[in-house]
């Protein structure tokens, strides 16, 4: 059963940065594109970023494009972001997930899911 286990969370000043990682287990990691959600209370899922399974495509969220990036170590088997000129928008629980058939930015379309960590930017 894959396993999906983010770090790197924790609360920063805007304007600042922050790098997480996800790593996976208990599943062939190469063959999965992955992505990166984030979630405020009281709304959807929002996706973030993924990443294809050999790491040669990207897709990001409007608002994150330029700030943000994402990258994998297939040997690792772990996904990072990249987060850049943070700001205070940017807090939520941010979650790495692991794709299966489907658009990347729906939330359906992913079969594994961690359990998030909670990113807080301050002004």
């Known amino acids: 059963q894959g396993r999906l286990v983010e770090s790197g969370g924790g609360f920063v000043r805007a304007g600042e940065s922050l790098a997480l990682s996800c790593a996976a287990s208990g599943l062939t990691f190469s063959a999965y594109p992955m992505g990166w959600f984030r979630q405020v209370p009281g709304k959807e899922r929002e996706f973030v970023a993924g990443?294809?399974?050999?790491?040669?495509?990207?897709h990001y969220e409007n608002s994150v494009e330029g700030r943000f990036t994402i990258s994998r170590d297939n040997a690792k088997k772990t996904v990072y972001l990249q987060m850049n000129s943070l700001k205070t928008e940017d807090t939520a629980v941010y979650y790495c997930a692991a794709k299966g058939d489907g658009p990347y930015a729906a939330v359906n379309a992913y079969d594994y899911w961690g359990q998030g960590t909670q990113v807080t930017v301050f002004s």
């Open positions: 990443i294809s399974g050999s790491g040669d495509g990207t």
